[in-house]
């Protein structure tokens, strides 16, 4: 998953395992301890938030009046909150500034606010950019909010966000830093109808997967496969897809959480991986090399591909008669189980609350409101991206996106990564450049122009020399 999946239908990116004990404040209920005293006071402590009602006329009573300013990227996500934002001020009495800008444009900002004037209150952080935000101490970490029930009422329901993203995509160095509001990890969607005209069941090994797309390539008229592959860091992004499933990975993250930076692109694991993302996407279109996330859907919804594996923010586009020629001739399966297990793609967008800012108490009110459980429904029919198991297994929902199901195993599939302590986005400042360098010589390994061990040891090298 890289920026550009999450950025699109969700823009489709890793963090770390949850820790630090729960703190209870005095003056304010909590965050008081920051790189600023924050402005407002007072304390929900001792008061009834066990309904929604009764925690806004809690947070109303102490933080009513009070307005917060949060920077947000274009997305779909950030449209549903805006149009639950009447709710909130009418329910809490805290008004919001919303600066919206572009993802691009997003990070910069949020940079520069964190060290100047701290304008912002709340932030929404890719996990691409957990790891460098976590260095330059921009965010407060948010497990003593989630954790403390004087402050999070019980239908905020912290435990009901999917494991994977709780655990895999909120944070670094072992801290989470946000909550997951908007998020993916990669699955298959695959031609029912030419599946069951030649009798083939939907993949379930890497094996399996480039036999059928080797066997369905030519068929009917069809390729066998599309995914992302343009050189540099959609390449890259596409590889990774697969990547640690065969035990591979472009960093030793052991040695990253040391503060070691040990490049591993020419393990057996990684080169294996890399061969098979090649003879893959020799089974795809012959333009594949051009391919981000948008030509590879493309494709597969106009009908030119027997199979597409990219991420679960897009399943909507697939199954939608109006974007896909295809639609009702498609079902879903998660990223098959490679040589080392499951380890599926991990990507997303969190709720934070920046370090600088001076209302952390109604940072917090807002983020508990907008990612709740108890507002889940509404966040999603107002077009978020679902984060939560209560949102997948939703009939209602499901109803509605028929790929729910598949998403919620797909995402079951990707815990397997988390739970062997592993981010799917090395947590590196230098993880940009690494995918750049990566899908460089990736991509020429797919042109034919370097052998596949030649472009493992290019990346090696240029790799070390950048980590120096």
């Known amino acids: 998953m890289t920026k550009g999946n999450i950025k699109k239908r969700s823009g489709l990116r890793r963090g770390a395992m949850a820790a630090l004990a729960v703190l209870v404040g005095g003056g304010c209920f909590l965050g008081c301890g920051g790189a600023k005293q924050a402005a407002s006071t007072g304390s929900l402590e001792g008061k009834d938030i066990s309904t929604l009602t009764k925690w806004g006329a809690a947070v109303n009573e102490v933080f009513g009046g009070q307005t917060i300013t949060v920077a947000m990227a274009s997305h779909p996500s950030t ?6 934002e009447r709710d909130f001020t009418g329910l809490t009495g805290i008004k919001v500034v919303w600066d919206v800008v572009e993802e691009t444009s997003l990070k910069n900002k949020q940079l520069l606010d964190a060290q100047g004037a701290g304008s912002y209150d709340v932030l929404m952080v890719d996990a691409f950019w957990m790891s460098e935000y976590a260095s330059k101490n921009v965010l407060e970490p948010i497990q003593p909010y989630a954790d403390n029930p004087q402050v999070t009422p019980p239908w905020f329901d912290y435990n009901d966000i999917m494991p994977a993203y709780r655990n895999g995509i909120a944070g670094a160095n072992g801290v989470n830093y946000g909550i997951p509001t908007a998020g993916e ?40 496969v599309s995914m992302r592959a343009q050189r540099g860091i959609h390449f890259a992004s596409g590889w990774m897809s697969l990547m640690y499933n065969f035990g591979g990975g472009f960093m030793d993250q052991a040695a990253l959480a040391q503060g070691r930076n040990v490049i591993t692109v020419t393990t057996p694991q990684t080169i294996e991986s890399l061969q098979f993302y090649v003879d893959l996407l020799k089974n795809a279109p012959p333009d594949v090399g051009t391919y981000t996330h948008e030509e590879a859907l493309g494709a597969f919804l106009s009908g030119k591909t027997a199979m597409w594996l990219d991420a679960t923010a897009l399943a909507n586009q697939i199954t939608n008669p109006d974007t896909s020629t295809v639609a009702g001739q498609v ?22 609350i920046s370090r600088k800012s001076s209302h952390k108490n109604e940072a917090w009110a807002f983020i508990a409101f907008m990612a709740s459980r108890e507002k889940s429904v509404d966040y999603v029919k107002g077009g978020g991206v679902a984060t939560r198991d209560s949102v997948f297994s939703n009939a209602d929902l499901a109803a509605l996106n028929p790929s729910y199901p598949a998403q919620r195993a797909a995402l079951i599939s990707a815990n397997g990564l ?12 230098q993880i940009g450049q690494i995918l750049d360098i990566a899908g460089a010589h990736g991509s020429a390994a797919l042109a034919g122009t370097e052998t596949v061990d030649a472009a493992a040891r290019a990346i090696q090298a240029e790799c070390e020399d950048l980590v120096k």
Do not use: C, H
């Open 331 to 352: 079902a879903f399966v998660p990223t098959p189980t490679g040589p080392a297990g499951d380890g599926a793609a991990l990507a997303g967008w969190n709720l934070a």
């Open 185 to 224: 990890t990669r699955f298959i969607a695959y031609r029912t109808d030419l599946f069951e005209k030649y009798g083939k069941e939907p993949p379930k090994t890497m094996a399996e997967y480039l036999e059928l797309a080797r066997f369905f390539n030519g068929k009917d008229g069809v390729y066998g």
């Open 418 to 429: 988390v739970e062997k302590g592993l981010s799917w986005i090395p947590q590196s400042d």
């Open 79 to 84: 449209d549903s909150f805006r149009k639950m």
